[in-house]
């Protein structure tokens, strides 16, 4: 436990003084997944078909397997923005995984939104169906190692994201949540937005016990990483307490549910300071000295990727840089080591 203590303060250290990641120099293909095969139907042009662009680092073979980070989009978002946006392309460069971005179409949702609030896909059906199947298609096909795929959003993104963390479980080692809401916050279009500025109606504890349920033959925790903005007006800050409380409540019957015991849960604060100016807040729920769920919250934050370059929409370039914050957190769970790359 103390060496793996130490580990994660020398990364914390090596990050704050970490170059920004230089221009991706991998390759980007795009592609379209479809859930029903290869034979055409007209229901896949809204239901069952998502387009996707899919980032190959410029150190990629095919003779390892390899981690991969999926990434959803917002609402106005579409893949080839959010890569823009995250700039992770880069830090995959760097840091060597795959970065998998599917696309919302229009028929689907006309301002591209992922559908999270349909309770199809928070049964794991439906897009959440969709998207579960392409990410383990294009694992397959392209060398992932399938124990680190990763996955995370931003705002509509982020509550999908949540949808697959719950119900595809066992297909993700850990998942990031910016700006998102917990899990079964509303059950349509209109309920969403209402949740979007109040939060969840019912306890956060028991949606928690609803997301370990739902969870199924989900063996190990689920680690999480919630980043959200305090002046955001569009997805109010209380949606991030929720999603902290209901992925300690999950974690807290999974842990049990592995060892046969209850954790003993420590918690911890810490205060930092982006270079560009926003003060953040940095709260951690370790068991056994392992981080389990982190909660990021930026002060002066509103509805944006915290850290984003200055030209884009959604973006504020003054917040702590939300994909290092991700890619750190994801490290204590595979993304960066390199002992396990020999085979899946």
């Not at 954790?263 to 807040?281: E, H, L, T, V, W």
Request: hydrophobic letters at 40%.
């Amino acid at each position: 436990m103390i060496t793996r203590t130490f580990k994660a303060i020398a990364r914390r250290i090596a990050s704050w003084f970490r170059r920004a990641p230089r221009e991706p120099r991998g390759k980007l293909f795009k592609g379209s997944h479809s859930a029903f095969g290869r034979t055409f139907a007209l229901v896949q042009l809204t239901a069952g078909r998502r387009p996707y662009l899919l980032y190959l680092p410029k150190n990629y073979t095919v003779d390892r397997y390899w981690p991969m980070v999926v990434m959803l989009h917002g609402c106005r978002q579409d893949a080839d923005a959010f890569g823009g946006l995250t700039r992770m392309n880069g830090i995959a460069d760097r840091d060597n995984f795959l970065v998998l971005y599917p696309e919302q179409r229009r028929l689907a949702n006309s301002l591209r939104c992922w559908n999270w609030f349909s309770r199809s896909a928070q049964t794991g059906a439906g897009e959440a169906a969709i998207l579960a199947d392409m990410i383990r298609s294009l694992a397959d096909e392209h060398h992932v190692d399938t124990k680190r795929i990763f996955i995370a959003g931003l705002s509509a993104g982020a509550a999908m994201a949540n949808n697959l963390a719950v119900c595809h479980a066992d297909l993700f080692a850990a998942c990031a949540l910016h700006s998102g809401l917990a899990f079964g916050a509303a059950s349509s279009s209109h309920a969403a937005i209402k949740a979007m500025q109040q939060g969840v109606r019912s306890d956060a504890h028991e949606v928690g016990k609803r997301a370990f349920v739902l969870s199924r033959g989900k063996t190990e925790i689920m680690p999480a990483i919630v980043i959200h903005g305090e002046a955001d007006e569009v997805v109010h800050p209380v949606n991030a307490g929720q999603t902290v409380a209901q992925f300690s409540v999950m974690n807290e019957l999974l842990y049990e549910k592995e060892h046969g015991r209850p954790g003993q849960p420590s918690r911890s604060s810490i205060i930092n300071r982006a270079r560009s100016g926003y003060k953040y807040g940095v709260t951690d729920l370790a068991y056994d000295g392992r981080v389990i769920v982190r909660k990021v919250m930026v002060a002066g934050l509103g509805h944006a990727w915290s850290g984003g370059p200055g030209d884009q929409h959604f973006s504020d370039p003054r917040g702590p840089d939300a994909s290092e914050l991700i890619c750190d957190f994801f490290a204590e769970y595979g993304l960066r080591d390199s002992s396990t790359t020999t085979g899946p």
